[in-house]
């Protein structure tokens, strides 16, 4: 077994698609497949099934995928060790964060950073707070940014600076007197800051969060935004989002005051920190 042949069935694994697989890896359809079918005989084990026009992981191809993903994250730290050894003048480092962070505080400390290390490859993706700490966990990432507090046995975490959530709506719109619960609410999905820092807020001030009449569940912030301008409903969102939409009077900020929120670095507690990432969480810190 090759390298090569680990990273081919991990891309077609992954996509469940064997040209996908080949338009990602940059290598044509049937050398994928040569090298998937030089796997399966040499081992007498069979990896995919096909089901209709695609593809499918077999039990035994499931279990290889464990084992593969585990096997290049290990080369991929043994990189990271030797880029090291160049003082910063060369490696990479992954970075995962939530949606607030990668869209509006993050890209400057990016620019910053690779203009002072331009050899380093930066990777950033995109996610929300449940999936930025398993991508940390499971090594996809090497750093980590959520909003809001964690707590997961595996993570070391570390406040980088702090965010305010407002209640907004469209500018004008007519809102009931008497609780947030007769508003119609259009809400991020589970697992997002945004949504675990407001449901915590309501049950601080007694309110339930099951009795907001939610109208909508949407998978990011922009898409919150969009309806809101629409009318008719309201949101929480980051201060820094809609404070543009302030200014020009196309939202208002509803009278229900929120609690600061932490925007949270996050790092495995027990795999090797390489030298780019403990100088970019360092460049956060100063920058924040």
Same mark, same amino acid.
């Given at each position: ?81 030797? @880029?090291? #050894?160049?003082?910063?003048?060369? /490696? ?5 964060? %939530? $949606?607030? &962070?990668?869209?509006?505080? +993050? ?16 990777n950033m993706t995109i996610g929300n707070t449940a999936t ?32 305010k959530l407002v209640v907004v709506s469209k500018a004008g ?5 008497d609780a947030l619960t007769s508003l119609k609410w259009i ?35 922009? @898409?919150? #935004?969009?309806?809101?301008?629409? /009318? ?5 969102? %980051? $201060?820094? &989002?809609?404070?543009?939409? +302030? ?42």
């Amino acid at each position: 077994m090759t390298f090569e042949q680990l990273v081919i069935f991990v891309a077609t694994a992954e996509r469940q698609h064997l040209t996908q697989a080949a338009n990602a890896l940059r290598l044509t359809p049937s050398a994928v497949s040569a090298s998937i079918k030089a796997l399966e005989t040499f081992y007498a084990v069979k990896l995919f099934d096909r089901v209709g026009r695609g593809i499918q992981l077999t039990r035994e191809g499931r279990v290889l995928l464990k084992e593969a993903k585990e096997t290049l994250a290990r080369v991929k730290e043994t990189e990271a060790v030797l @880029a090291e #050894l160049g003082k910063l003048n060369t /490696g990479s480092l992954d970075v995962q964060a %939530s $949606q607030t &962070i990668a869209n509006y505080w +993050l890209p400057s400390r990016l620019l910053g950073f690779s203009a002072s290390y331009p050899g380093i490859q930066l990777n950033m993706t995109i996610g929300n707070t449940a999936t930025v700490a398993a991508a940390v966990i499971n090594g996809d990432a090497e750093l980590g940014f959520i909003e809001g507090a964690l707590d997961e046995p595996l993570l070391s975490t570390a406040t980088i600076t702090s965010d305010k959530l407002v209640v907004v709506s469209k500018a004008g719109a007519t809102q009931p007197d008497d609780a947030l619960t007769s508003l119609k609410w259009i809400m991020r999905e589970q697992g997002s800051g945004t949504r675990s820092v407001l449901e915590q807020a309501l049950k601080e001030q007694a309110i339930d969060p099951r009795a907001l009449d939610i109208r909508f569940v949407l998978p990011s912030n922009e @898409a919150l #935004l969009t309806a809101v301008l629409q /009318g008719g409903c309201v949101t929480a969102l %980051s $201060q820094m &989002i809609v404070s543009p939409f +302030l200014e020009n009077g196309q939202l208002q900020v509803l009278d229900f005051d929120l609690p600061p929120r932490r925007f949270t670095l996050l790092r495995h507690k027990e795999r090797h920190r390489t030298a780019v990432a403990r100088e970019f969480e360092a460049y956060c810190h100063v920058h924040a």
